[in-house]
């Protein structure tokens, strides 16, 4: 019979091509695996945007850029404000779902707050001593901006203390170098985040390429030898731009900025916004309804954001995708095509 004149080399054949049927290649393994792979993916991006459309996300919305400047029990100026007044602001923030960023986090992109919250940017101009004194234990103040920020903070769990300070040679009324540096190091080991207010906070509009490179670039190199920082922002003094906006950002090796912030009268768009301007960035000045601040100071806008919604900055609750409703799409920035998630 022919079974009985097989070979060895035949016998081993049969049998390999026996168990053959029973296993797939390494290639359709692999391919089964990408398979899966990009199934999984897909089914978490879904899940994701089916998360985004219930809390309503739209990281593409306004985000507000509040100005402050003094935090003093006698106002001199409308720039001013008291304790109270301060601790009342903030106060409103957390009851309506605001969380703090930087100015950094903010121009950067790197925007990361629990879904359904709202970014909001506190800034603080001209290096005030009201907005932080250390005592003799290296401990802010009472009453200064940032004691009473903290204090705000640790009696609303997730309302973050964090805030960018803008420095002039001024320096939170400091002279002496050892405790200008122990100002800025404390704020940089707090988590704060500072900036450039340039060193004489000069207007710059009009003047030469020199003259702006020497105000910002001075006050940069100085804060750099002081605490190691290279501020990533500038606001610039009376919100006034220089005859050449990119001066404010870039000034040989001295500095490199990502934002330059104004003294505007309106919330700012998303650094994920074709709207974005990294060279014009609004704020708005803290301030109730009164004269032109009917319209255009804190109290209207954070009024005119709560009744519409869909205006502002909602976010995702994931620092990894940039989410929105779906009509929306026509203004995302490209840059951020890969992160996006519409819904």
Not at 34 to 44: E, I, M, N, Q, S
Not at 147 to 153: N, T
Not at 194 to 209: C, F, K, V, W, Y
């Amino acid at each position: 019979m022919r079974l009985r004149i097989l070979s060895g080399l035949g016998l081993l054949a049969a049998a390999a091509s026996l168990t053959g049927c029973d296993s797939q290649p390494s290639t359709v393994k692999m391919a089964d695996t990408k398979v899966d792979a990009a199934a999984k993916l897909k089914a978490a991006k879904v899940a994701k945007a089916q998360f985004a459309a219930k809390v309503k996300a739209n990281e593409l919305g306004q985000i507000p850029v509040l100005m402050f400047h003094r935090v003093i029990d006698k106002p001199g100026t409308t720039d001013d404000r008291t304790p109270q007044q301060f601790r009342a602001d903030l106060e409103r923030l957390v009851k309506e779902g605001y969380v703090p960023i930087t100015a950094t986090e903010m121009v950067t992109g790197k925007i990361d707050i629990p879904a359904g919250k709202h970014p909001v940017v506190l800034t603080f101009d001209d290096s005030s001593p009201s907005q932080l004194t250390l005592n003799e234990a290296g401990v802010p103040a009472p009453n200064t901006a940032v004691a009473i920020l903290k204090d705000v903070a640790a009696k609303n769990p997730g309302f973050r203390p964090k805030a960018t300070f803008y420095v002039t040679r001024d320096m939170f009324g400091k002279s002496a170098r050892e405790e200008q540096a122990q100002v800025l190091l404390w704020l940089k080991d707090n988590g704060f985040d500072i900036g450039n207010h340039t060193r004489d906070h000069l207007n710059l509009r009009g003047r030469s390429h020199k003259e702006v490179e020497e105000q910002i670039g001075s006050i940069a190199k100085e804060i750099h030898s002081l605490s190691n920082i290279n501020p990533t922002t500038i606001a610039l003094p009376y919100g006034n731009q220089p005859s050449k906006r990119e001066w404010a950002l870039r000034g040989g090796k001295a500095y490199n900025h990502q934002g330059a912030f104004l003294a505007g009268y309106t919330p700012a768009a998303s650094p994920f916004s074709k709207a974005f301007d990294p060279v014009g960035i609004p704020r708005i000045k803290v301030m109730e309804k009164k004269g032109d601040c009917k319209q255009f100071c804190s109290e209207a806008w954070l009024d005119w954001l709560k009744s519409n919604p869909d205006m502002r900055y909602t976010s995702d609750g994931d620092g990894s995708t940039v989410a929105y409703p779906k009509f929306k799409t026509p203004y995302l920035r490209k840059t951020f095509t890969q992160w996006s998630l519409p819904y």
